[in-house]
């Protein structure tokens, strides 16, 4: 059974910086699609950044050149390095992992296999 669990998300001011993990566990790290998301109060769920199995990376607008997503195999460990955070970056962050290979399933929300969240809250 494939099981994700976030950390590492907290409370910063503006221009500061966290790093969120997501620790998975129930198959082969590196073989899945893999994401964040995050969904804030009254808004939908937006893609943040994905990851696919070749280590080809995309990512929201919003985030670029300001999140990075990456993989550590050994640790079985997705990650996402958030930099230079904006109150407007203030929301639930959630990983994905999907076995299909489709990053059309992925960005669309469909993944099969969800974390619980972790809450990110950046103040001005």
């Known amino acids: 059974q494939v099981q994700l669990v976030e950390s590492g998300g907290g409370s910063v001011q503006a221009g500061g910086s966290l790093r969120l993990s997501c620790a998975a566990s129930g198959y082969i790290a590196g073989s899945y699609y893999m994401g964040w998301f995050r969904q804030a109060p009254g808004k939908e769920r937006e893609v943040v950044a994905t990851l696919d199995s070749d280590g080809g990376t995309v990512y929201a607008d919003s985030v670029k050149g300001r999140f990075s997503i990456s993989q550590d195999n050994a640790k079985n460990t997705l990650y996402l390095q958030m930099n230079s955070l904006k109150p407007e970056d203030t929301a639930m962050y959630y990983c994905?992992?999907?076995?299909?290979?489709?990053?059309?399933?992925?960005?669309?929300?469909?993944?099969?296999?969800w974390g619980q969240g972790t809450q990110v809250t950046v103040s001005s």
């Open positions: 994905a992992a999907d076995p299909r290979h489709s990053w059309y399933i992925l960005v669309r929300g469909m993944a099969l296999y």
